[in-house]
């Protein structure tokens, strides 16, 4: 028996614990930190009373996590659903607490329907199988790439015409900002947001640090833009790119290779043993290929899928 009720912030380490419990279940080790989960749950956009639960058993301990988190305004709902490894039925207790959130979610943003998406380690066929019964479908799948750093990493030399400059002030932020929204704009599952709820997400993030965003500019216009952070330094000891992104007009001089080898040098000079970042294997540019031509290699494989919801007024 569990008893189900709202996540609170005091809770993160019962979960941080329940998810590293499913992540060594499913690919040998933990694939999270307790920090990443006191960030999940102060996310702007995730109402605790409303868009979460968690399962209890009778002495407390966490058996199962599920959430439905809006993406902006749009009609995009990210949803997921952890059970502990070894516990039968809890999964047909949350999903539907889930998918009738999504869809309230979508009612009250003004949308017919919302579209769910999960991303499912390629190793889980057990969660495949449940979300593929729950009518999800395949969508895209991500490749989370590395490369190793066994000491410093030469930093490449800056192209003609191009001048770097850092996140720490406002103007470069919002230029930053203008390069990824457009950048990524026809990348799956994007969705276009505002400079100042950019910036809260990453501002509300533990692991974030302007001083890794690098913006360069063509003759002085925004073209292109490379943000890390700090996401994976607590357990792989890497530096992580969370964005790269270069505009349409200046695709095809090799700005990314040149932001993606300035980013690799200067994880080595802070002393992390690697790079981290994960491609969308189905990406409109051939960044997979970018990736694996600069030495980095897969090393994890997690599926997207989606599906359809009607939506219906909130209760």
């Known amino acids: ?115 769910l998406h999960i991303g499912v380690y390629r190793d889980d066929l057990r969660k495949q199988a449940g979300v593929r019964e729950l009518g999800f479908e395949p969508g895209t799948c991500y490749h989370r790439m590395r490369i190793d750093h066994d000491g410093p990493v030469k930093a490449p030399d800056v ?24 950048g990524f704009a026809e990348h799956f599952g994007f969705v276009r947001i505002g400079y100042e709820q950019w910036y809260e997400r990453r501002q509300a993030m533990s692991v974030n640090d302007w001083s890794q965003l690098t913006l360069a500019r063509v003759d002085g216009v925004p073209a292109a833009a490379v943000i890390g952070n700090d996401q994976f330094v607590a357990d792989e000891d890497c530096g992580y790119i969370a964005t790269l992104a270069v ?33 969308d294997s189905n990406n409109t540019t051939p960044a997979l290929g970018l990736y694996e031509s600069a030495g980095m290699r897969p090393v994890l494989i997690m599926d ?4 359809g919801l009607a939506t219906k007024p909130a209760a």
Not at 18 to 38: F, K
């Open 1 to 115: 028996m569990h008893t189900i009720r709202r996540p609170r912030l005091d809770d993160a380490t019962g979960i941080f614990e329940l998810v590293c419990a499913y992540n060594t279940a499913i690919i040998g080790e933990p694939d999270t930190t307790l920090a990443d989960i006191e960030d999940e749950l102060v996310e702007p956009g995730f109402d605790r009373d409303q868009d979460g639960w968690l399962a209890l058993t009778r002495d407390g301990r966490p058996d199962g996590y599920a959430w439905a988190c809006r993406n902006g305004d749009s009609d995009l709902v990210d949803v997921e659903v952890i059970v502990r490894p070894g516990v039968p039925g809890l999964e047909d207790e949350l999903w539907p607490l889930v998918l009738r959130r999504a869809a309230e979610v979508g009612a009250e943003l003004g949308h017919d329907s919302v579209t």
């Open 159 to 182: 192209p003609e015409g191009v001048t770097l400059q850092t996140g720490e002030s406002e103007e470069v932020r919002r230029a930053a900002h203008a390069v990824h929204q457009e």
């Open 247 to 279: 505009l349409p007009a200046f695709r095809g001089r090799g700005l990314g290779r040149f932001l993606l080898r300035h980013a690799f040098a200067a994880d080595a000079a802070r002393g992390r043993k690697g790079t981290l970042l994960h491609v």
């Open 304 to 307: 997207v899928w989606r599906r």
